[in-house]
């Protein structure tokens, strides 16, 4: 059966029922002004064979560079069963299907990814995945809004120290609903949103503080006192975490006194690979007390007529489908094939693996930075511990010596001025497992060599002025 | 055939008002609600103190298959929730006029006598005409 869902007879028919003549009629009330008539700066179609060239020619020219940069995007080792079962015929979806309990099997794994997600955040309850972190943030927020039922200023309290990314995504997403983002901003010796800077909310309503845990420097946020303070003044937590980092860190259902009311992050590191940005997922977990505020969909485990264990799509009178405008998202899909892959991921790993590898990307960041600290004209801006990410000050502008490292196949880590420019010469960088250290080697010398030019060149000028004197 | 008790009045999306001896008012949903909604799973009720406008929307019962909007009928501040429903939103199903009432409100000045209920027999004509 040919897949043609009107002809050119059945829309003549549609419109001749309704009384419209064409179908651009149906248009009308869309301002001329608003119209576009020709999408200029769109190329021709390519076809397959051409399409395949262009690629392969932007492939190539992003070639296979030793890689420093973090960034929320982190480059890890993905055994090669991971997509080798993902992409099998039984999987190789995007969705999650929409006679979901006909596919059992979907529906069985997303379950385990609620579990694995829900255990390593040391919450009660995850969804299926979202977007991606920045979205998932976004729907955090929403979702606290929806959830406090004391508060009325939807005033979300958003540290600096969060994502830039993350805030953007956040504020374009929610500010139109009335959401209003206050920006917390960070100590700058210690590179962490100190608890004592929260006195001065004291008694005003707040809806939520959201924390990021290791946050955008790579630093650990004191969150057992930040999450006591909200909870003291009751304000929900929305914790923004790297689940890589929970195979060590404290998970947010642990913080504080009563732990955090939302957890959610960016579900890349966990067997996505980098792939020129994208596709990444989402995660969100939260209490059970919470769980009709959350968005997206949820599995749940059950019986079927018989006595037999099934799986279903649970609490959907949340979604649009039922509860429409009212609907917690408009959230229906989400990133089934890549929470396909992190849930073989993890399921590969285990805990002790998830845990082995974060504690060798801690280990290959402190071994970075102390490297990189020895060249002279480099040092680090913040003081206290970090997970797999620091920031680091140079003596010169920095995108002229990213560059020059580019050019010898290192891409040394991200300019921070664009975001921070108050730091200065400030570049974050990052190293996971993947990092020998004859890599952080190379990374030091070639990074001592680009430095060293303007030293040598200031050095001869000098000698210059002393023999011309 | 329907279930619409004549001591208490009624409105257009199926709600129901009973006047209490100390001027505030119980509100729930009809028996033709609960009925159509289905076996309830989740009833979100509103917190005391709360002020709500005529037609705002105040409360959630949720079933297996749908979720509706409680509205308030009219103006005023809730004095109390069923909180017992949080633990047995079944209630609701059983005992619709009795039990299972959602919340309970102080009408503003006036709102009382400004909102537009119907009687006993003027609710089974909305139903009869739903049905037809």
Same mark, same amino acid.
């Given at each position: 059966m040919a897949f043609i869902p009107h002809t050119a007879a059945d829309v003549a028919a549609m419109l001749a029922a309704i009384g419209v003549e064409r179908i651009e009629d149906l248009f009308d009330e869309i301002p001329p002004k608003l119209r576009v008539k020709s999408l200029s700066g769109v190329p021709e179609a390519l076809n397959e064979m051409e399409i395949g060239r262009l690629m392969s020619a932007r492939a190539r020219a992003d070639g296979t560079a030793l890689s420093f940069i973090g960034a929320g995007a982190y480059e890890h080792h993905i055994p090669a069963a991971v997509w080798a079962i993902t992409t099998r015929g039984e999987f190789y979806s995007a969705y999650t299907p929409y006679q979901a309990e006909a596919s059992q099997g979907t529906l069985q794994l997303l379950y385990e990814f609620q579990t694995m997600i829900a255990r390593l955040a040391g919450m009660e309850v995850a969804n299926a995945s979202l977007y991606d972190g920045g979205s998932a943030s976004a729907e955090a927020a929403l979702m606290a809004v929806r959830a406090h039922r004391r508060s009325k200023s939807a005033r979300?309290?958003?540290?600096?120290?969060?994502?830039?990314?993350?805030?953007?995504? !956040?504020?374009?997403?929610?500010?139109n609903q009335g959401l209003k983002f206050e920006e917390l901003p960070y100590c700058t010796a210690e590179g962490v949103i100190p608890a004592a800077s929260l006195g001065r909310y004291e008694g005003e309503d707040i809806t939520a503080l959201v924390i990021q845990q290791p946050n955008f420097f790579g630093r650990l946020e004191d969150v057992d006192a930040l999450t006591d303070w909200a909870h003291a003044h009751g304000v929900l937590v929305i914790a923004v975490v790297n689940p890589t980092s929970l195979a060590l860190l404290k998970p947010p259902g642990e913080w504080g006194a009563?732990?955090?009311?939302?957890?959610?992050? /960016?579900?890349?590191?966990?067997? +996505?690979?980098?792939?020129?940005g994208g596709p990444y997922f989402g995660f969100m977990t939260t209490r059970m007390e919470y769980v009709r505020q959350m968005p997206g969909r949820i599995v749940g485990r059950t019986l079927d007529a018989a006595g037999r264990e099934g799986f279903t799509l649970t609490l959907q009178a949340r979604e649009q489908h039922i509860r429409r405008a009212k609907a917690t998202s408009n959230i229906c899909t989400n990133q089934g094939l890549l929470v396909t892959a992190a849930t073989i991921y993890l399921s590969l790993m285990g805990p002790q693996g998830l845990a082995r590898t974060a504690a060798a990307s801690h280990a290959r960041t402190r071994e970075l930075t102390a490297a990189l600290t020895r060249v002279p004209g480099v040092r680090p801006v913040f003081t206290g511990p970090c997970f797999h990410e620091v920031v680091l000050q140079l003596d010169r502008p920095v995108a002229p010596v990213l560059e020059a490292l580019s050019e010898r196949g290192i891409v040394g880590g991200l300019e921070l001025s664009?975001?921070?420019?108050?730091?200065?010469?400030?570049?974050? +960088?990052?190293?996971?497992?993947?990092?020998?250290?004859?890599?952080?080697?190379?990374?030091?010398?070639?990074?001592?060599?680009?430095?060293?030019?303007?030293?040598?060149?200031?050095?001869?000028?000098? !000698?210059? /002025? +002393?023999?011309?004197? | 055939m329907s279930n619409a008790p004549a001591d208490l009045r009624y409105t257009k999306s199926h709600e129901w008002l009973r006047s209490l001896a100390d001027g505030t008012v119980e509100i729930g949903i009809t028996?033709?609600?609960?009925?159509?909604?289905?076996?309830?799973?989740?009833?979100?009720?509103?917190?005391?103190?709360?002020?709500? $406008?005529?037609?705002? =929307?105040?409360?959630?019962?949720e079933s297996v298959k749908a979720a509706a909007d409680v509205y308030a009928p009219l103006a005023g501040e809730i004095t109390a929730g069923n909180e017992r429903l =949080?633990? $047995?939103?079944?209630?609701?199903?059983?005992?619709?006029?009795?039990?299972?009432?959602?919340?309970?409100?102080?009408?503003?000045p006036g709102a009382l006598e400004a909102a537009q209920l119907l009687s006993p027999a003027d609710y089974e004509k909305v139903l009869a005409a739903e049905e037809s």
């Amino acid at each position: 059966m040919a897949f043609i869902p009107h002809t050119a007879a059945d829309v003549a028919a549609m419109l001749a029922a309704i009384g419209v003549e064409r179908i651009e009629d149906l248009f009308d009330e869309i301002p001329p002004k608003l119209r576009v008539k020709s999408l200029s700066g769109v190329p021709e179609a390519l076809n397959e064979m051409e399409i395949g060239r262009l690629m392969s020619a932007r492939a190539r020219a992003d070639g296979t560079a030793l890689s420093f940069i973090g960034a929320g995007a982190y480059e890890h080792h993905i055994p090669a069963a991971v997509w080798a079962i993902t992409t099998r015929g039984e999987f190789y979806s995007a969705y999650t299907p929409y006679q979901a309990e006909a596919s059992q099997g979907t529906l069985q794994l997303l379950y385990e990814f609620q579990t694995m997600i829900a255990r390593l955040a040391g919450m009660e309850v995850a969804n299926a995945s979202l977007y991606d972190g920045g979205s998932a943030s976004a729907e955090a927020a929403l979702m606290a809004v929806r959830a406090h039922r004391r508060s009325k200023s939807a005033r979300i309290l958003v540290p600096t120290t969060l994502h830039p990314h993350y805030r953007q995504v !956040a504020v374009a997403t929610a500010s139109n609903q009335g959401l209003k983002f206050e920006e917390l901003p960070y100590c700058t010796a210690e590179g962490v949103i100190p608890a004592a800077s929260l006195g001065r909310y004291e008694g005003e309503d707040i809806t939520a503080l959201v924390i990021q845990q290791p946050n955008f420097f790579g630093r650990l946020e004191d969150v057992d006192a930040l999450t006591d303070w909200a909870h003291a003044h009751g304000v929900l937590v929305i914790a923004v975490v790297n689940p890589t980092s929970l195979a060590l860190l404290k998970p947010p259902g642990e913080w504080g006194a009563r732990g955090a009311d939302i957890a959610v992050g /960016e579900g890349q590191p966990l067997g +996505v690979p980098l792939s020129g940005g994208g596709p990444y997922f989402g995660f969100m977990t939260t209490r059970m007390e919470y769980v009709r505020q959350m968005p997206g969909r949820i599995v749940g485990r059950t019986l079927d007529a018989a006595g037999r264990e099934g799986f279903t799509l649970t609490l959907q009178a949340r979604e649009q489908h039922i509860r429409r405008a009212k609907a917690t998202s408009n959230i229906c899909t989400n990133q089934g094939l890549l929470v396909t892959a992190a849930t073989i991921y993890l399921s590969l790993m285990g805990p002790q693996g998830l845990a082995r590898t974060a504690a060798a990307s801690h280990a290959r960041t402190r071994e970075l930075t102390a490297a990189l600290t020895r060249v002279p004209g480099v040092r680090p801006v913040f003081t206290g511990p970090c997970f797999h990410e620091v920031v680091l000050q140079l003596d010169r502008p920095v995108a002229p010596v990213l560059e020059a490292l580019s050019e010898r196949g290192i891409v040394g880590g991200l300019e921070l001025s664009r975001y921070y420019p108050e730091l200065g010469h400030a570049v974050l +960088v990052c190293a996971t497992e993947t990092k020998t250290s004859g890599d952080i080697e190379r990374y030091r010398s070639t990074l001592a060599e680009v430095l060293q030019p303007a030293r040598a060149g200031r050095a001869a000028r000098t !000698a210059r /002025e +002393v023999r011309n004197a | 055939m329907s279930n619409a008790p004549a001591d208490l009045r009624y409105t257009k999306s199926h709600e129901w008002l009973r006047s209490l001896a100390d001027g505030t008012v119980e509100i729930g949903i009809t028996d033709h609600a609960q009925h159509t909604l289905g076996d309830l799973v989740f009833v979100e009720v509103p917190q005391a103190g709360r002020k709500v $406008q005529a037609g705002e =929307a105040c409360a959630v019962v949720e079933s297996v298959k749908a979720a509706a909007d409680v509205y308030a009928p009219l103006a005023g501040e809730i004095t109390a929730g069923n909180e017992r429903l =949080a633990t $047995q939103p079944e209630t609701v199903n059983a005992q619709p006029y009795g039990a299972g009432w959602l919340m309970r409100l102080r009408p503003a000045p006036g709102a009382l006598e400004a909102a537009q209920l119907l009687s006993p027999a003027d609710y089974e004509k909305v139903l009869a005409a739903e049905e037809s």
